[in-house]
């Protein structure tokens, strides 16, 4: 993502990166595919499909009784078609620069690195007990995109809000914890379509990653330079 150019002239070169970005289209696809088929049961709020729910949904009771696949699989499903599409038009924008700045094989990682974070995120902060908020959608995947993205460029504007990555990634991760903080207060019960603990999860994942990548490599001209270093040492006590 460069910070120079003309808004008109980014969403320009990101409309063509869409066009190139497989890795972005297939998460879509998934997503809304399994969109048609829990519509096409009725609904989440209709047997077969809140059964699905319940399985695969993410929540403490089902984590604890044993349905560990839970903190991933509650990424593939949505509330309604609001949700999908919400979420399908964030990694189709986010998923796509990541996918042109790092590759195929880095969008999907942050992706997946996302919702476990964002599925650990809900399991320590959001409420729990009686009521407690059945965790669906791929959010968790989508901050981690945007946090990756942050991370990878801290200097860069970030449209349409003009303000550097570094800045509005350190502004997402604090708002979204807050809230988090502020949900058991709030109440907030049924399904948690607004889950800013998962957002919180899912951004620190994405930002954890991208300081991974960013992380010194130990190269070939390194290694040479660290041994010359010692080899230099020895000589000197030598004499």
């Known amino acids: 993502m460069n910070s120079?150019?003309?808004?008109?002239?980014?969403?320009?070169?990101?409309?063509?990166?869409?066009?190139?970005?497989?890795?972005?289209?297939?998460c879509v696809a998934v997503v809304l595919a399994i969109q048609l088929?829990?519509?096409?049961a009725g609904g989440p709020d209709q047997q077969p499909a809140w059964r699905w729910f319940e399985w695969f949904g993410l929540s403490r009771g089902g984590v604890l009784s044993g349905r560990i696949w839970q903190v991933f699989s509650y990424g593939l499903l949505h509330g309604g078609w609001i949700h999908v599409v919400m979420n399908s038009l964030l990694?189709?924008?986010?998923?796509?620069?990541?996918?042109h700045m790092t590759g195929q094989a880095t969008m999907m990682k942050a992706v997946i690195f996302g919702i476990l974070g964002g599925g650990l995120g809900h399991l320590t902060l959001a409420p729990g007990g009686q009521g407690a908020p059945l965790l669906v959608g791929l959010s968790g995947g989508c901050?981690?995109?945007?946090?990756?993205?942050?991370t990878l460029s801290p200097q860069s504007r970030m449209m349409p809000l003009f303000v550097s990555g570094r800045v509005l990634g350190f502004a997402v991760l604090t708002v979204e914890l807050a809230m988090a903080l502020m949900e058991p207060v709030m109440g907030i019960v049924g399904f948690s379509h607004v889950g800013h603990a998962c957002h919180f999860g899912g951004g620190l994942a994405g930002w954890a990653y991208g300081r991974w990548l960013l992380r010194p490599?130990?190269?070939?001209k390194r290694l040479r330079r660290d041994r010359e270093r010692r080899e230099a040492g020895s000589i000197r006590r030598l004499d």
Do not use: D, M, Y
Request: proline share 4%.
């Open 4 to 26: 120079s150019g003309a808004p008109f002239a980014n969403a320009a070169r990101n409309l063509r990166q869409l066009r190139s970005s497989p890795a972005s289209w297939a």
């Open 37 to 40: 088929v829990v519509t096409a």
């Open 91 to 99: 990694i189709l924008l986010v998923g796509s620069r990541v996918e």
């Open 143 to 150: 901050l981690a995109l945007l946090l990756l993205t942050t």
């Open 217 to 220: 490599r130990v190269s070939l």
